[in-house]
């Protein structure tokens, strides 16, 4: 009979049944079991095998003489092994032993033996029991790993990728004891998953195209660390990559200074431009690998409101897959940094939608996921529809423009028609109050009263004529629904508030009971929201890696992309435009102190709009709108932490 395992496993695995699939040995020997498009839980989660190794990478980052292993903590099926080879689901992260896995801050549990009895999140927990292995790995420099982190750089994506490498077959291996650790239980398909910097490793090990990561699922993820720490050369925290390769890093302080100092060299805080130190960190298309290489399929969590890890790093890696043809889904939320496991009333959605991709990918189970629509979308405090792709495949951009009478249109200003105003440090909050009074850090626009509610889908972007009486200035744009209106309350708790309620998903031990506690949406009612921010240093508006100063006193075309939203302006409420200089909510740049022109005939924002609105119905201002005298929006909460 043994034989015949091999093939009777393919037979499992490649039909979607509503029958349980014959056993390879005997009625008491389970087997990767398909019904109704999913595998089964036929293993036990209680027996399963607990191991670890260390895979060898192959760089040095801490400069010691030897190669940094890696460590990689297993959980799989007892009866896996050369007779009964499984897939792999991989989540790799610096944050084991420090902030924590998931919105609970799990950690590592370990046995007497180093083993972990406790993985972080419920991926072993659901997915062991249905015949996967579920690894999680410690990012070089952190937890049990060698080496030293370099926050994106190439002992980051190596490390990841040589656990891929091992798994088949290219790689070395050894256990605790110094012996030869093959990986002869997996197929050597293998996933990668997770949130925040877990889900940024798993893009960019995707972006090397090395085979056998067969799909990846990055949620709330970076694409480009650069469009993390910056936008178009407006830097938002200075020394940030040294300063998180710090936190992740629990080795004595001593043993990465240099390469952190080299980090704080490189980073070219001093003209935030574009250079080698954000090519290497960049996996659309820089140094070490970009979209042209991804082989596997990716399924990407976001959200708009995400000001964490800002939503243009999800937009842009998006479309550069889609260029490519990649096999590909989204969710894309209205929550800050938030996993779809706690988006409220999705989470059976979220962990059957991911069975489901999984098993299609890795255990090549036809169950329909690849052929169903790309995005789901939520579009009001979770309220969530289905489309063919994101943006809105039917979504149109209107040019809306700004006039002298503080009017915003889609008619142009009178030619010769002006705006001035001074690049000084506003908070968001002093830019969009009270919008029909002149302030001298900003100039405000708005719409009359929408006839019918409109929805925007996509990236809006910023093309202002302008001129400086300095070489430079920042300049921000915001795009602002002004009305009284309910809507997802982002600021607070990231958008959530965890309950005392619990819900289990897959199997237990003492030590790990896959248990979490559930979550509501926070709604709060407003009179204005800030819909889409965009940011700019003039001097960048050519190139990003090479600054060019605008001439005084001539005017110059700034033209940028805001950050991607997908939000609803509602019947009634008037569509701001504030164009002011530098955001202190967002960046700690101080104003250049430029008196800024704005040619308001040769200027405008576009919009993409889902089509079918009669946007020649959008009225104009004939009176001024005053809007509220002030309105104190919350801040996002202090010291953004990258988790």
Known sequence: ???????????????????????????????????????????????????????????????????????????RP???????KVPVIIDESPYY??????????????DAAGNVVKFPLFYDNYFVPRGYAVLNVDMLGTTKSDGCPDVGGKA????????????????????????P??????????????????????????????????T?????????????????????????????????????????????????????????DYNAFWAERDYIKGLLGDASKVRASVFAVHTVNDLNVRPDNFSTWWKALADRGVPRKIWVGQTQHVDPFDFEGRRGLWVDTLHRWFDHYLHGVRNGIAQEPRADVEIGPAQWITQRDWPAPLALKASLRPAADG????????????????????????????????????????????????????????????????????????LVDFGESARVDWRRGQGITTLTEEDCWGESTAADDGCYRKVVTNVATRPLEIVARGWIDVQNRDSLS???????????????????????????????????????????????????????????????????TPLADVPQDTARFRGPDRVELPQPEEGFTFF
């Open 1 to 75: 009979m043994s034989s015949l395992r091999p093939a009777l496993v393919a037979v499992a695995v490649t039909l979607a049944t509503t029958t349980v699939t014959a056993l390879p040995a005997s009625a008491a020997t389970p087997a990767i079991t398909v019904e109704n498009g999913r595998t089964q839980p036929v293993f036990s989660y209680a027996d399963a095998v607990r191991e670890h190794v260390y895979v060898e990478s192959p760089v040095d980052s801490d400069a010691d003489g030897a190669l940094d292993k890696v460590r990689v903590d297993i959980i």
């Open 407 to 478: 009017s915003l249109g889609l008619r142009p200003a009178a030619r010769n028609s002006t705006a001035t105003f001074t690049d000084v440090a506003m908070s968001e909050n002093d830019m969009v109050a009270d919008v029909g009074t002149a302030r001298p850090g900003r100039v405000a626009f708005t719409t009359g009263a929408l006839p019918l509610d409109l929805r925007l889908s996509g990236t809006p972007t910023a093309d202002l004529r302008v001129k400086l009486d300095k070489p430079t200035a920042n300049l921000t744009a915001l």
């Open 181 to 214: 650790a093959v990986a002869d239980w997996t197929t050597g398909s293998a996933a990668m998953i997770g949130k925040s910097y877990d889900g940024t490793l798993a893009n960019a090990v995707a972006a090397t195209g090395v085979a056998g990561l067969k």
């Open 78 to 84: 007892k009866e896996s092994g050369p007779g009964l």
């Open 216 to 272: 990846i699922v990055p949620i709330s993820a970076i694409s480009s660390w650069y469009k993390y720490q910056r936008s178009n050369g407006v830097i938002y925290n200075y020394d940030y990559a040294s300063w998180l390769a710090n936190y992740v890093d629990t080795d004595p302080e001593a043993k990465c200074q240099a390469v952190r100092d080299r980090m704080d060299a490189e980073d070219g805080d001093d003209t935030g």
């Open 546 to 612: 090479q600054a060019k100063p605008l001439p005084v006193g001539t005017y110059g075309t700034v033209k940028w992309l805001t950050l991607p939203q997908d939000y609803t302006f509602r019947k009634g409420h008037r569509i701001g435009l504030v164009i002011a200089g530098t955001d202190s909510t967002y960046t700690g740049e101080r104003g250049t102190g430029a008196t800024v022109t704005v040619d308001l005939s040769r200027s405008s924002v576009a919009v993409p709009f889902v089509l079918g």
């Open 97 to 110: 032993d420090n902030s924590g896995r998931g919105n609970e801050g799990e950690r590592k549990v370990y």
């Open 156 to 179: 980051d994506v190596l490390g990841g990728k040589a656990v891929i490498d091992w798994l088949n077959g290219r790689a070395k291996a050894t256990r605790a004891d110094g012996s």
